[in-house]
């Protein structure tokens, strides 16, 4: 059974720095890109950023450009969103998410609340 | 940078057909995927590369893609069906992932 564990949430003031980790398992985690997808309270579903099998592609949305990276440790089946710069506007449910072909999300987490909030 | 467009809200009775649909210029040239999501919990891929449901979806659940709408459709439609519902694209030319707004699907 595929799993999908974020963690790392919590609140942080404006400007201030996240790191979210996503460990998964159930499949080979080598052999697939991952996707981290946000929603803000009462909103839709907003693409964050994506990062190729070996990590060497990254894609990241125009809104978090610049102040989020992505990466992962194939060792540890682990996928990772480093947010820095953190604002308001960026407060969401933050989804990790197995990425099939064609850029769809197969699998998904059940999410960690990012709250940034002085 | 490419847009989804879906109507805000479809209402269906039990037992009826349900179509949700998914705006975007020259749709049909790209593979939409859908997913579901109930309050509270995280989506769910319902449907993929157009018409293709992943294990575990009902047949209930069929989709279309052409022109400039995809389409999603619920055929006899059950209250556990009620659901925000998002198609989704992967747009080559700016090398984003692009969801719609989301389409609540109300039971009545």
């Known amino acids: 059974e595929v799993q999908l564990l974020e963690s790392g949430g919590g609140l942080v003031q404006p400007g201030g720095s996240l790191r979210l980790s996503c460990a998964a398992s159930g499949f080979t985690f080598s052999n697939y890109a991952m996707t981290w997808v946000r929603q803000a309270p009462g909103k839709g579903l907003e693409w964050v950023a994506s990062l190729s099998v070996r990590g060497g592609d990254t894609l990241v949305a125009d809104s978090v450009k610049g102040r989020f990276t992505v990466s992962r440790d194939n060792s540890n089946s682990t996928v990772y969103l480093q947010m820095n710069s953190l604002r308001a506007e960026d407060t969401a449910v933050y989804y990790c998410?197995?990425?099939?072909?064609?850029?769809?999300?197969?699998?998904w987490g059940q999410g960690t609340l990012v709250t940034v909030s002085s | 940078s490419y847009v989804l467009t879906q109507p805000p809200s479809v209402s269906v009775a039990p037992g009826k057909t349900a179509k949700i649909t998914c705006g975007g210029k020259?749709?049909?040239?790209?593979?939409v995927h859908w997913y579901q999501q109930k309050p509270g919990q995280a989506p769910v891929l319902v449907m993929f590369?157009?018409?293709a449901r992943p294990s575990g979806i009902p047949e209930r659940f069929s989709g279309s893609n052409s022109g400039n709408t995809a389409t999603l459709t619920i055929s006899r439609v059950e209250a556990g069906d009620e659901a925000d519902y998002y198609c989704?694209?992967?747009?080559?030319?700016?090398?984003?992932?692009?969801f719609g707004g989301g389409t609540k699907l109300t039971v009545l």
């Open positions: 020259n749709i049909g040239s790209k593979s």
């Open positions: 590369y157009d018409s």
């Open positions: 998410g197995k990425a099939a072909a064609g850029w769809g999300i197969s699998e």
């Open positions: 989704q694209v992967w747009d080559s030319s700016s090398d984003h992932v692009v």
